[in-house]
T-cell receptor
Framework: KNEVEQSPQNLTAQEGEFITINCSYS?????LHWLQQHPGGGIVSLFM???GKKKHGRLIATINIQEKHSSLHITASHPRDSAVYIC?????????FGAGTRLTVKP | KAGVTQTPRYLIKTRGQQVTLSCSPI?????VSWYQQTPGQGLQFLFE???????NKGNFPGRFSGRQFSNSRSEMNVSTLELGDSALYLC?????????????FGSGTQLSVL
């Protein structure tokens, strides 16, 4: 079993829909990172979380350290949100990644 | 401010050769980390450098090594290349002021081993 599990693996939505991507992990961590990777490989750091909730524009990220779970929400989704979203966790002196969630938003 | 620059963008090598990849961080950033991305394994952490010292290391064989220079530029070296080393190699920089920080990624070097 992978230490970092993301769900769903693939997600197709219509423009305007509310989207949730989940990340569960089995190791103790100090922080968690949400990354966005567009076709062509470029990766953008969206959020870094160690507790609670963060919001940036239409994106919201939450983390529950006790339940070892984090969610990334996208409100009013747009075709430009189409990308792979990757969860990364920080155990001590290491970094582990989920396999990613491929999101396609159709106009 | 210029972003993270990785060179070369593409590289083709043959088995048994060695390769050196370069990463120039954002000006003022002191921490550089390296990652390998393959279709089968996804993203994996290689190592992180701060002030010329390796701070963290992932689970990769000793053929993978790196270093950081006094100007924070970093190089990654892979010796005795294997077919399985074909991957996108990404580096990221961060200010390195301590704690957990936002990462700024380069566009990567696509390495093909034939």
């Amino acid at each position: 079993k992978n230490e970092v599990e993301q769900s769903p693996q693939n997600l197709t939505a219509q423009e305007g829909e509310f989207i949730t991507i989940n990340c569960s992990y089995s190791v103790g961590i100090s922080a968690l990172h949400w990354l966005q990777q567009h076709p062509g490989g470029g990766i953008v750091s969206l959020f870094m979380l160690s507790s609670g909730k963060k919001k940036h524009g239409r994106l919201i990220a939450t983390i529950n350290i006790q339940e070892k779970h984090s969610s990334l929400h996208i409100t009013a989704s747009h075709p430009r949100d189409s990308a792979v979203y990757i969860c990364a966790v920080y155990p001590v002196n290491d970094m582990r990644f989920g396999a990613g969630t491929r999101l396609t938003v159709k106009p | 401010k210029a972003g993270v620059t990785q060179t070369p963008r593409y590289l083709i090598k043959t088995r048994g050769q060695q390769v050196t990849l370069s990463c120039s961080p954002i000006s003022g950033h002191r921490s550089v980390s390296w990652y390998q991305q393959t279709p089968g394994q996804g993203l994996q952490f290689l190592f992180e450098y701060f002030s010329e010292t390796q701070r963290n290391k992932g689970n990769f064989p000793g053929r993978f090594s790196g270093r950081q220079f006094s100007n924070s530029r970093s190089e990654m070296n892979v010796s005795t290349l294997e077919l399985g080393d074909s991957a996108l190699y990404l580096c990221a920089s961060s200010p390195g002021t301590g704690g957990f920080e936002k990462l700024f990624f380069g566009s990567g070097t696509q390495l093909s081993v034939l």
